[in-house]
């Protein structure tokens, strides 16, 4: 028989385990199910994509209006005489090469975004296997905290939205008609 200093010990560790216990099933609880759906797992991974297409667009375009610009450039030397206006032709299509260069930025950020979004998911495959592992009806029952912390301004904002999802410019355009 354990002596009473031990059983009391012993007891102490035992209810801070459960205590730490029920904390890890709040916050699981919590994820699974969030008092704000805008942050759930799911939408995380979702973000993390959307933000390297959008970035990735986004320097899809610059560097076919850059290449545009090129092509103008390339009109407006043959036309030009003086010198001075053609070392300005010829500091702007510097310029446009360095912007070019410039937008390989997409690539380095769409490789680091993909690998946090891989840790993202594989974060969210532990939680959903600890969810399975308590059952989704014992967390349903966990009481979640509202977040009242919010602006009237994050409360507002829904966006930005992926490809399909919320009102097309259509839909808002069609408002005003």
Partial sequence: MLEK???????????ALVRYMERVKYEIAAVYRPSDSE?????????????VESTEQA????????EDNEALLEQLRERLKDDGDLALVRKISFNNSLLFE???????T???ITKIAKSLTYVEDRVTSLVNSWGREELEEVEIEVDAHKTDDEILLKGPLREGEGFSQM???ALFD
């Fill in 5 to 15: 200093n031990n059983q009391a010990r012993l007891k102490a560790e035992l209810v």
């Fill in 39 to 51: 942050f759930g797992f799911e939408k995380m991974g979702d973000q993390m994509d959307a933000i």
């Fill in 59 to 66: 320097a899809h375009s610059i560097m076919g209006t850059v």
């Fill in 102 to 108: 410039t937008c390989s930025f997409q690539d380095i």
């Fill in 110 to 112: 769409g490789q680091r």
């Fill in 171 to 173: 839909d808002i355009d």
